[in-house]
């Protein structure tokens, strides 16, 4: 079992930055994938990004390539998404998840909601225009 506790969010202009952290607390986190969605208000929850268990890889979500990167601090047991040039459709509720990985799993990540077993309770980001 894990928790997630989400931070970092608030409102921004667009064009913007913000870093979100997730701070996990239970088992060994390094041994735990994890991964960023979001949604808006009256939308589905859609992926974000994704980290392997072992940092070594991370995959992004076509709208926010090249704007957001992940990243992981194992000893902090925490996980981050530094968000740039912050667009008004960025506007959602950030939610971080995490799945246990076993074997030979270090370097996978995924990219499914149902994929997830762990969730924190979100925290809001507001783009303005």
């Known amino acids: 079992q894990v928790q997630l506790v989400e931070s970092g969010g608030g409102l921004v202009q667009a064009g913007g930055s913000l870093r979100l952290s997730c701070a996990a607390s239970?088992?060994?986190?390094?041994?735990?994938?994890m991964g960023w969605f979001r949604q808006a208000l009256g939308k589905g929850r859609e992926f974000v990004a994704a980290i392997s268990a072992n940092g070594k890889r991370t995959y992004y979500a076509d709208s926010v390539k090249g704007r957001f990167t992940i990243s992981r601090d194992n000893a902090k047991n925490t996980v981050y998404l530094q968000m740039n040039s912050l667009k008004p459709e960025d506007t959602a509720v950030y939610y971080c998840a995490a799945r246990w990985i076993t074997g030979s799993g270090g370097s996978y990540y995924w990219t499914g909601e149902n994929e997830y077993p762990y969730w924190g309770q979100g925290t809001q980001v507001t783009v303005s225009s």
């Open positions: 239970g088992r060994t986190f390094s041994l735990y994938a």
